[in-house]
């Protein structure tokens, strides 16, 4: 079974840091752009974050540009989202999504994690 | 960036009913215009790429449709299992951005 499975998600003051992961397994992880989006709570989704399968590529919200790190571990199938400075608005379920990438169809994301949430409040 | 902006916020409708939500993008996005679905409390779900190609296992009563800047999903004959919110998503240049979404619920 294809399935991604987030975790490190928490609450922390303003201005602090935390690392989310995401696991993949039952698909070759190493094989697939990866992307992180989140939803406020009672909001809509938003794009956050995107890597390229080897990790040379990674682009982001104009939002978390310089807060934001993403990067990747094919050899442990895992997706990371180092988050620092954090802000209120920060505050959100943060998914972890496989990316299909295609010239014809474009990107797409079919396979999604449950979650995980992060509060920023003091 | 491009604006995606969904129509109507919205709808209430009945089980057999046709539905017809909308998805305006700020600039062409070509065809890179994705559809998911989303239940309270639960992950997004793909529903259709590309404007108009199904996702493997979803029901053939979802359709897209649209090119550039104007998009349709039309749900045929609505069922109990649709009531969600529907997103579209512009995979035409990053940021990948959706549109703010519709809830569509029951009459």
Redesign the interface.
């Known amino acids: 079974e294809v399935q991604l499975v987030e975790s490190g998600g928490g609450l922390v003051q303003p201005g602090g840091s935390l690392r989310l992961s995401c696991v993949g397994s039952g698909f070759r992880f190493s094989s697939y752009w990866m992307?992180w989006?989140r939803q406020a709570p009672g909001k809509?989704?938003?794009?956050v974050a995107?890597i390229k399968e080897d990790g040379s590529e990674k682009?982001?919200?104009?939002s978390v540009k310089g807060r934001f790190t993403i990067s990747r571990d094919n050899a442990k199938s895992s997706l990371y989202l180092q988050m620092n400075s954090l802000r209120a608005g920060d505050t959100a379920s943060y998914?972890c999504a496989r990316v299909?990438s295609g010239a014809?169809?474009?990107?797409?994301?079919?396979v999604?994690?449950?979650?995980t949430t992060v509060t920023v409040s003091s | 960036d491009i604006q995606m902006t969904q129509s109507p916020s919205s709808l209430s409708a009945s089980v057999g009913d046709r539905v017809t939500i909308t998805c305006r993008a700020s600039q062409s996005v070509r065809s890179y215009l994705n559809w998911y679905q989303q239940k309270p409390g639960k992950a997004p779900k793909l529903l259709i790429y590309a404007v108009s190609t199904l996702q493997s296992g979803v029901p053939s009563r979802f359709s897209g449709t649209g090119s550039g800047t104007d998009f349709t999903l039309t749900i045929s004959s609505l069922q109990p299992e649709d009531l969600a919110t529907y997103y579209c998503q512009q995979s035409n240049s990053v940021p990948y951005t959706f549109g703010q979404g519709t809830k569509l619920e029951s009459k």
């Open positions: 992307t989006v809509g989704l938003e794009w995107y682009y982001y919200v104009d998914y299909v014809i169809f474009g990107d797409n994301l079919d999604w994690g449950q979650g």
